[in-house]
Structures are given as C-alpha cells and as structure tokens.
C-alpha cells in the first residue's frame, strides 16, 4: 500500500512535469524532500556517524547562506517560513549528533571533528566550466585510490583543520602534491576539490595555499577549482543513463553502485557555483532514491561503492553516507532554484565576470594545457622508456643496416 507522504511526493512530481525550470512548483518538491530529511535526523540522531552528520551541516549551512542573503527577502512567505523551519529542525540533531560521533569515533572527531562543530560556510559565486579544461585523459579507480586513499585523506584535511589552533599553516609538501596531482576520477577528486574550498576559509593556510597554487603553476585557486570541476563534470555525465518510456518520455537514470558518488559530485562543485551540474532531470534521480523515512537507500541491498570513508547502513538499509551527500545535493539544488527563479539576471551578470576573470588567466598564460603539465609519475616514466628503446632499435638499424641508401633515410628522418 502507498502511504501518504509518498502520494503527496509523487503529486508533486506531477506538479513540476512539463514546467519550466526552475519554478515555484521544483522549489516545493526539494523543500518537502529537504523536511523528510530533518526528520529522519531528528528520529535516528542516536545512530549518526561523523558523515552522515556533516551531511546535515551541509544542509543548515545552505539554508543559513539563503536566509542571510538579500535572496530571502524576494522570497515568497510561505517559503521563508519553511526555510525557517527546517534550521529550526537541523538543531536539535546537530548538537546531539557532535557527541554521538565523539562518543563512537574520539580519534576521528579529534581530527576532523571541526567540520562538525563549526558551522559550515558556503562559499557560492556564479561560475562556469571551461571544456577546453578538460584533462586528455584520467586515471582508473584503482589507481586514482593509490594517489589518495582515506588515510592520507584524513591526514591531510587534519593538517588543514590543526593550522586553526597552531597558529601557523601546517598543510605538509606531501598533501600539497596529492590534492592537486590531477588525472584522478571518482571520491579522490572530490576530496581534491572539497580540501582546495576547507583551505580557502581556513585563515591561517588561505594565503599559503594560494601561494603553493601559484608555484605548481596554478593563478588562484579560483581558477583551480575550474579545471577540478570541468573534469568532475564530465566523469558525472559518464554516470548518466538515458533512455526513452514506452510512452515516449525521455528518462535518466545512474546504477545504483555510482549512486553514492553521483550525489557528491552534485553537491560539491554546485555548492561553490557551478551551475551546469544542476539538471532537472537529476532530481528525480535523487528523490527516487528517498525513503519515505527521509533516509537514501539503495535497491537490492546493492553495494554504495563509497571507498574512502566506511558507510554505515542501518538495519533497515538506510545509509548515512547516501543520506548526507543526498541531502547535500538536494539543498544546492534548492538555492539554485530559489537564485534563479528571484535573481536570474544578477546571476547572469555574475557568470560575465567570471567569464572575465577566466578570459584574464588565459591571456596571461597561466592555464593552457596545465594539467598536461603535471602528468603522474608512472606514466611518464613509461612514456620515457618507450621513447628510450625506440631511440635504440633506430640506432641499431642504422648501425648494422644493409644499404647505405636505408641509413641516410633514417638519419634523415632523425633529422626532421
């Protein structure tokens, strides 16, 4: 039997079919989602693990970046009055959840615990990607993992975090290479993108992280973030299914085990201003994944495919993980929708100076072919006993060739 909150979420859905997006009717159905959110944290807050908690973070961050913004006085009544109560239903959990994790992990709180005790910071200006950014290639998984791994993960954002009470910035020679060693797909990016915003608001490591940027050849950190980006872009769009109903209507869909991933890469580059992430088509995917709880799952008890930090599935197979990056992505959905429904042609007029500011860093030299520049060790030791051995059997032809004609032919060739 279907119980009422998913009749009213599929009537919803009918609502916004065949509106144009975004429209008041996108912005009902992602704040409903967003409730049943709060209130599986608000059931379940004795169960939480460090992910799932910071997901929530996430969501009241977002919501206090659109209360504390001009955007919430253009905003319709009725949506300022929902805004206000679900701040009002991430509290409760948040400051109960923070001794739930450092009851059950006191090592991990005691390293990245800041994320969960500061509130979290959105830091959104109108960008877009550049596809002449895009990497030529990019790494495995696998091999992506043996860059970064959870352990140097959490060492790394630890460092960043510890730079807060030491006085001085602490990231390591070691972390400033992995966060920004490129070819990488999958949660490793993500990480790469998500340290590159921590240390952009960490006061004691900002400025010294710009400079580490600049001297890997690198105009900001602005301009970092696009090339991370584009190339997070393109690795989500390798994620979508696309496909047509048997009553002609388009669908779009993404495995179950990607799904994980899917959601965080929706979430992290939008959250600090790129847009093009954000399809309509992609919330269907993410509410399709919601339990009528307020929790994600996935079907068929099908493996997350979360590799750097342990997901923690519940019995009833509600994962934290999915839960936090599903929320996460539900609630930049939500801002965009709200910016470009009231403010569109501020927003517009944002993404003319961003345009600027990439156009700027082109002409001064600084992001033609750079992550070409930078290509990872092994392959380029491959490529130089390739052109090694090449060289070689060359030499030997010319060496114990037959014909003199043949010889003069290679040398010739050499010397072109």
């Given at each position: 039997?279907?119980?009422?909150?998913?009749?009213?979420?599929?009537?919803?859905?009918v609502s916004t079919a065949g509106t144009t997006f975004p429209s008041t009717g996108h912005i009902k159905h992602l704040l409903?989602?967003?409730?049943?959110?709060?209130?599986?944290?608000?059931?379940?807050?004795?169960?939480?693990?460090?992910?799932?908690?910071?997901?929530?973070?996430?969501?009241?961050?977002?919501?206090?970046?659109?209360?504390?913004?001009?955007?919430?006085?253009?905003?319709?009544?009725?949506?300022?009055?929902?805004?206000?109560?679900?701040?009002?239903?991430?509290?409760?959990?948040?400051?109960?959840?923070?001794?739930v994790v450092n009851r059950d992990n006191p090592k991990q709180f005691q390293k990245l615990g800041v994320l969960l005790i500061?509130?979290?910071?959105?830091?959104?200006?109108?960008?877009?990607?550049?596809?002449?950014?895009?990497?030529?290639?990019?790494?495995?998984?696998?091999?992506?993992?043996?860059?970064?791994?959870?352990?140097?993960?959490?060492?790394?954002?630890?460092?960043?975090?510890?730079?807060?009470?030491?006085?001085?910035?602490?990231?390591?020679?070691?972390?400033?290479?992995?966060?920004?060693?490129?070819?990488?797909?999958?949660?490793?990016?993500?990480?790469?993108?998500?340290?590159?915003?921590?240390?952009?608001?960490?006061?004691?490591?900002?400025?010294?992280?710009?400079?580490?940027?600049?001297?890997?050849?690198?105009?900001?950190?602005?301009?970092?973030?696009?090339?991370?980006?584009?190339?997070?872009?393109?690795?989500?769009?390798?994620?979508?299914?696309?496909?047509?109903?048997?009553?002609?209507?388009?669908?779009?869909?993404?495995?179950?085990?990607?799904?994980?991933?899917?959601?965080?890469?929706?979430?992290?580059?939008?959250?600090?201003?790129?847009?093009?992430?954000?399809?309509?088509?992609?919330?269907?995917?993410?509410?399709?994944?919601?339990?009528?709880?307020?929790?994600?799952?996935?079907?068929?008890?099908?493996?997350?495919?979360?590799?750097?930090?342990?997901?923690?599935?519940?019995?009833?197979?509600?994962?934290?993980?999915?839960?936090?990056?599903?929320?996460?992505?539900?609630?930049?959905?939500?801002?965009?929708?709200?910016?470009?429904?009231?403010?569109?042609?501020?927003?517009?007029?944002?993404?003319?100076?961003?345009?600027?500011?990439?156009?700027?860093?082109?002409?001064?030299?600084?992001?033609?072919?750079?992550?070409?520049?930078?290509?990872?060790?092994?392959?380029?030791?491959?490529?130089?006993?390739?052109?090694?051995?090449?060289?070689?059997?060359?030499?030997?032809?010319?060496?114990?060739?037959?014909?003199?004609?043949?010889?003069?032919?290679?040398?010739?060739?050499?010397?072109?």
């Amino acid at each position: 039997m279907v119980c009422l909150s998913q009749l009213l979420m599929m009537a919803l859905l009918v609502s916004t079919a065949g509106t144009t997006f975004p429209s008041t009717g996108h912005i009902k159905h992602l704040l409903k989602s967003l409730e049943k959110v709060t209130e599986f944290y608000n059931a379940f807050v004795d169960q939480v693990n460090f992910d799932g908690l910071y997901g929530l973070r996430i969501v009241e961050g977002v919501l206090l970046h659109i209360k504390g913004s001009f955007l919430f006085e253009l905003m319709d009544d009725s949506f300022k009055f929902k805004v206000d109560a679900l701040l009002k239903n991430c509290q409760v959990p948040i400051n109960k959840g923070i001794a739930v994790v450092n009851r059950d992990n006191p090592k991990q709180f005691q390293k990245l615990g800041v994320l969960l005790i500061r509130r979290y910071l959105m830091n959104y200006e109108p960008r877009n990607i550049k596809p002449e950014l895009r990497w030529p290639f990019v790494l495995n998984i696998r091999d992506s993992f043996k860059v970064i791994n959870e352990r140097s993960s959490d060492e790394c954002f630890g460092s960043l975090f510890a730079s807060e009470e030491s006085g001085s910035c602490e990231i390591s020679k070691k972390c400033s290479k992995l966060v920004t060693t490129p070819n990488l797909r999958s949660y490793p990016l993500t990480h790469q993108i998500l340290f590159s915003v921590e240390a952009a608001k960490t006061k004691k490591c900002s400025r010294s992280w710009s400079e580490m940027l600049g001297l890997r050849g690198y105009l900001s950190n602005t301009e970092f973030q696009r090339i991370w980006c584009t190339n997070s872009y393109y690795e989500m769009l390798s994620y979508v299914q696309t496909g047509r109903r048997q009553n002609g209507r388009r669908y779009h869909a993404v495995e179950s085990h990607n799904l994980d991933l899917f959601f965080e890469i929706l979430f992290v580059c939008p959250s600090i201003g790129f847009h093009e992430f954000l399809k309509e088509e992609y919330i269907a995917v993410i509410t399709d994944a919601q339990d009528a709880s307020g929790c994600f799952k996935l079907p068929n008890k099908t493996s997350s495919g979360r590799k750097l930090l342990e997901e923690k599935e519940m019995k009833d197979g509600c994962m934290f993980h999915l839960t936090a990056v599903g929320a996460g992505a539900l609630a930049v959905y939500l801002h965009y929708t709200l910016v470009m429904l009231y403010t569109s042609e501020r927003f517009h007029l944002d993404l003319i100076n961003d345009n600027k500011h990439y156009l700027e860093a082109v002409e001064l030299g600084r992001l033609e072919l750079l992550p070409r520049k930078h290509t990872p060790s092994n392959n380029y030791i491959f490529y130089m006993i390739l052109i090694a051995v090449n060289i070689l059997f060359i030499f030997l032809i010319i060496k114990k060739g037959r014909g003199s004609s043949w010889r003069r032919f290679v040398k010739r060739l050499l010397a072109t």
